[in-house]
């Protein structure tokens, strides 16, 4: 006998994931339709397989965080930028058949940086037409499915966080590279002065993190 479940009847708890396989496309964009916009769960789909993530608090802290010093990076640096948020990026690449390449993903946050004067005022997304996120950010990445989805997609620059460290990769033809540092950044030591701030806001609380490492990028660049 099988049983048909409703999301609706599913709870997922802060923190958990839920897989589900063999999702076909128009499975997923129903899924997404019945999900709604706004929602706090996460999903990430590639070739059939699709999760929904519940983020934890610690989750939530992290992402703001890491997200506004990334715009504090942006901005000390006179960059042009465009945030795009958790906004769900998906592509249905119909090939030669049998075979056709279907992927969606919601950063936990994303910029356009390079790309950013092309998505000014843009607030439909068609990436057959649009340009993949330049930066993604992915908090406690520990799923295939999410970095096989960015490397689909061609997102130049993924930064994960988890465990208390920060990786930043860098797309090369099919797959991620682990950087010493951000290429969009140049020089600076934007992971050690992320993890320091960050630890910083464990005793000193946010606010004073941010302005901190404010502070600590104008020293830096001033140098």
């Not at 999900?35 to 706090?40: D, P, Q, S, T, V």
Request: some cysteine; glycine content about 6%; aromatic content about 8%.
């Amino acid at each position: 006998m099988v049983v048909t479940l409703q999301l609706r009847q599913i709870d997922l708890q802060p923190g958990q994931c839920l897989t589900l396989r063999e999702i076909s496309w128009a499975e997923f964009e129903a899924i997404l339709e019945e999900l709604g916009e706004h929602r706090a769960a996460r999903v990430a789909y590639y070739q059939g397989v699709l999760e929904i993530r519940m983020p934890s608090p610690e989750h939530e802290v992290d992402k703001e965080l890491i997200g506004d010093m990334v715009k504090i990076l942006l901005d000390e640096l006179e960059l042009d930028w465009e945030p795009y948020g958790s906004t769900t990026f998906k592509r249905c690449l119909r090939r030669a058949a049998p075979t056709q390449m279907a992927v969606g993903v919601e950063p936990d946050t994303c910029f356009y940086i390079q790309n950013a004067r092309q998505m000014i005022g843009k607030r439909r997304l068609d990436l057959s037409v649009d340009p993949p996120p330049d930066l993604a950010i992915e908090i406690d990445v520990t799923s295939k499915t999410q970095l096989s989805a960015y490397v689909a997609l061609g997102v130049r620059e993924l930064w994960c966080y988890g465990g208390g460290k920060l990786q930043v990769f860098v797309l090369n033809q099919a797959e991620y590279v682990e950087m010493e540092t951000s290429p969009t950044f140049g020089n600076l030591p934007v992971i050690e002065g992320i993890l320091q701030f960050l630890q910083l806001s464990l005793t000193e609380g946010s606010s004073s993190a941010r302005r901190a490492f404010r502070q600590w990028v104008r020293e830096v660049l001033a140098k």
